[in-house]
């Protein structure tokens, strides 16, 4: 696991991040000098690799994508403060299979750490498409959640579940936030251009979800939408 230089075990809350850039543009309220951002899939694939993904996004290969996103999941981090963890799993577009047991177990012993700190984690349910690395993270939290200290909130993944019904409320400082979005340059135009209707006016508002509601909206879903790996050139 990679660590920030300013590492303390000084957390009141975990914000759980698929990817390096999810937990900014979806979760932002809860970034601060005592958060702490879990990045779960923030690995190099065993061989290098292509995708259309990291093309659309200006890179010339994976190895270049992730050092690149590395850069500006540090910068962001310096900016507003909060502290990192990246477990270092592989993007599902990268097509190199990750054990959900595995993944449960390095979670739970980062979340030990901090037994009094409150989780937040993805939704993923439920939305225009469903990511599979979102999906994984949402199970995991909601099958350790009984063993929590305190129940943890969802947060409505952005792109994804911005058709969502939800309480969606105004954040404060939308002003800093979107700065901070934009540090991730190599994914945020890309994802304006991939999601029509998402724009900077989509990150001013946030929508987060306690585990009761997320249970009973996983019941409701009987066929769900997910993503499919992009090809590798």
Not at 51 to 56: E, G, M
Not at 143 to 156: M, T, V
Not at 161 to 176: P, S, T, V
Request: proline fraction near 5%; include cysteine.
């Amino acid at each position: 696991m990679l660590y920030t230089k300013n590492y303390s075990l000084n957390v009141n809350k975990i914000i759980i991040s698929p990817h390096f850039d999810d937990a900014c543009i979806s979760a932002f309220a809860q970034l601060g000098k005592k958060s702490l951002m879990i990045t779960v899939f923030s690995g190099f694939p065993k061989i290098e690799q292509r995708t259309k993904w990291d093309i659309f996004c200006g890179f010339k290969n994976s190895t270049e994508a992730i050092s690149k996103r590395r850069e500006e999941n540090v910068k962001v981090a310096k900016y507003i403060g909060f502290q990192t963890i990246d477990l270092g799993f592989v993007d599902w577009q990268y097509n190199q299979k990750n054990n959900k047991e595995t993944i449960k177990r390095k979670i739970i012993e980062v979340i030990k750490l901090y037994p009094s700190a409150i989780i937040f984690c993805p939704m993923s349910f439920g939305g225009l498409v469903e990511h599979s690395d979102h999906v994984l993270i949402t199970e995991i939290i909601l099958e350790i959640s009984s063993h929590l200290k305190s129940p943890p909130f969802f947060y409505a993944d952005l792109p994804y579940q911005g058709n969502q019904k939800l309480k969606w409320e105004n954040i404060e400082n939308k002003e800093k936030k979107i700065t901070a979005c934009k540090i991730y340059k190599s994914q945020l135009p890309r994802l304006f251009e991939a999601f029509p209707g998402f724009n900077y006016l989509s990150l001013a508002k946030e929508a987060y979800l306690p585990l009761e509601n997320v249970i009973n909206l996983k019941r409701k879903i009987v066929v769900p939408v997910h993503l499919d790996p992009s090809d590798s050139e």
